[in-house]
């Protein structure tokens, strides 16, 4: 394990490659069986991080929903649920977030430089605001992570930031969940966005398993030489 937090993206994604459709209201893509899957994978991990545009739109809690897991963290002596982590530019966010309101456990927001004494006053109490450079440098963030003691740090999304630490070549895995159907509406948001990607066509990466959950798959990529086999 090198001196940067461990990296697990995760995902959900239609089959035409969507993570939300177009709408205001939250599309839900996984089935209870993938849910509980990724319940027991926060479980494992010390921190979860989103973008602050998912933090906003789709208001998510972000916790150990298993009461067994959060039991089984605590007799570990780990909070109940991982620390909570956001990035924003702009530092705009309503501290009635359930980001900030659920889970007995530290909030960090990596905050823009320009942004932060704002952010600072804003969420005074609620969280800890992290002035990360302008723009956002990821490379600060990990370094901040592991500093905290976050050796494995489970990354939800959305989109640009699935973007930015996939490009950047910070992911060390991949969790892909493909739903039985389509979105169909270039409107809504996709996987990732434009940018160059360590992997291509000359350069693949290793699919470490494939697991089906009802009617969702699981691909589970390796991206890095820290991503162990099957069951890594
Ligand atoms: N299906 C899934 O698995 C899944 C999971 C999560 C989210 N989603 C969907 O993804 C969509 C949101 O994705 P999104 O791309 O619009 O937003 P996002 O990735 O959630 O958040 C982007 C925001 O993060 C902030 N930011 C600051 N520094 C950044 C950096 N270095 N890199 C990236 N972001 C940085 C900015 O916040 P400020 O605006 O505050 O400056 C930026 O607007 C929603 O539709 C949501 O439903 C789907």
């Given at each position: 394990?090198?001196?940067r937090p461990y990296v697990l993206l995760s995902c959900a994604m239609s089959i035409d490659g969507y993570i939300d459709d177009a709408?205001?209201?939250?599309?839900?893509?996984?089935?209870d069986?993938?849910?509980?899957?990724?319940?027991?994978?926060?479980?494992?991990?010390?921190?979860?991080?989103?973008?602050?545009?998912?933090?906003?739109?789709?208001?998510?809690?972000?916790v150990v929903r298993s009461r067994a897991?959060?039991?089984?963290r605590r007799a570990q002596g780990l909070p109940p649920s991982p620390i909570k982590v956001t990035l924003t530019a702009h530092g705009d966010l309503d501290p009635a977030l359930s980001f900030f309101t659920e889970g007995d456990t530290d909030k960090i927001v990596y905050c823009a430089s320009p942004a932060v004494e704002a952010?600072?006053?804003?969420?005074?109490?609620?969280?800890?605001?992290?002035?990360?450079r302008d723009?956002?440098?990821?490379?600060?963030v990990l370094d901040d992570l592991w500093a905290r003691g976050v050796r494995r740090l489970l990354v939800e999304g959305g989109s640009s930031v699935h973007t930015r630490f996939l490009t950047a070549g910070l992911a060390d895995e991949a969790h892909v969940v493909v739903a039985p159907f389509f979105v169909g509406d270039s409107r809504a948001t996709r996987f990732v966005g434009d940018g160059e990607y360590p992997w291509n066509s000359h350069y693949r990466a290793r699919l470490a398993e494939v697991r089906q959950l009802g009617d969702v798959v699981l691909l589970r990529y390796a991206l890095s030489d820290r991503c162990a086999?099957?069951?890594?």
């Open positions: 394990m090198g001196d709408t205001t209201s939250r599309l839900l893509l996984s089935n069986a993938d849910f509980d899957r990724v319940d027991a994978v926060r479980a494992e991990c010390d921190a979860i991080l989103v973008g602050a545009h998912t933090v906003r739109q789709d208001n998510p809690r972000l897991r959060r039991d089984a952010a600072r006053e804003r969420l005074d109490g609620v969280a800890t605001i992290v002035d990360s723009p956002v440098d990821l490379h600060l086999g099957k069951n890594g």
